[in-house]
């Protein structure tokens, strides 16, 4: 069995502990010792991007949100269906993790940060709605494990900043994917849930992507 390699750990704005692992050819990010994402199974991510540019094609310059840059999987998937003048910001809060990014995670990783329609805010998602006070197209997140208030309220902020033909998307697990859709449709939002896998052919669905609309015709079909 392959040793496992820990290329770098920082603490967390919560004082937490993320630690960034190879083990063979993987990358992996763990968080207090429990694993976030990875390069192996990485499905939810990039289905958390295409549910949230589902509608962009009826935009010119969609304004988009992105929470969280995990390993790049969601933002390099958006910057691929992202048209030429979409404004996409993504909120960051881990100053080493948008270093690893253009230092350990190689030459995809540190050229998406490169491209010249994205923004980092190195500040929450809620922080970034309240500052910047704008509507935006598409929002796409991930929730915390178990529903926190803060992940409640943070539901709640980015519902009142959609635009009205805008979409919300959420991955989540598919233990709290209940939850959510309780807490958009208290928003007035329709919704839908997809579940998926960790990989495209996982016949296990643990994970689920919850999308929120003001209309039932604004949200991705389900298959």
């Not at 750990?9 to 083990?23: G, M, V, Y």
């Not at 709605?129 to 915390?144: E, N, P, V």
């Not at 959420?170 to 960790?198: F, H, M, Y």
Request: proline share 5%; net charge positive; with cysteine.
């Amino acid at each position: 069995m392959k040793p496992s390699q820990t290329l770098a750990s920082a603490q967390t704005p919560s004082s937490e502990t993320l630690e960034c692992i190879k083990h063979d050819q993987d990358i992996y990010l763990y968080l207090n010792r429990q694993p976030v994402c990875s390069t192996r199974a990485f499905e939810p991510e990039v289905a958390l991007a295409r549910a949230g540019c589902s509608r962009i094609h009826n935009y010119r310059a969609p304004k988009m949100l992105l929470a969280g840059l995990g390993l790049g999987h969601c933002l390099h998937e958006v910057l691929t269906l992202a048209p030429a003048k979409a404004s996409i910001h993504v909120a960051e809060r881990m100053k080493a993790l948008i270093e690893w990014h253009r230092h350990l995670l190689g030459e995809t990783a540190r050229n998406a940060l490169l491209d010249s329609r994205l923004t980092i805010h190195t500040v929450s998602t809620a922080a970034i709605l309240h500052h910047l006070k704008l509507r935006f197209d598409a929002i796409m997140l991930s929730t915390d494990p178990s529903m926190t208030t803060a992940s409640r309220n943070t539901l709640r902020v980015c519902a009142a900043n959609l635009n009205p033909k805008g979409i919300i998307c959420i991955k989540s697990s598919r233990e709290d994917s209940a939850q959510i859709k309780g807490v958009l449709e208290s928003c007035r939002l329709r919704t839908t849930i997809k579940p998926v896998g960790a990989r495209p052919r996982s016949r296990t669905r643990a994970h689920a992507i919850i999308c929120a609309a003001q209309r039932t015709e604004f949200l991705p079909a389900t298959d």
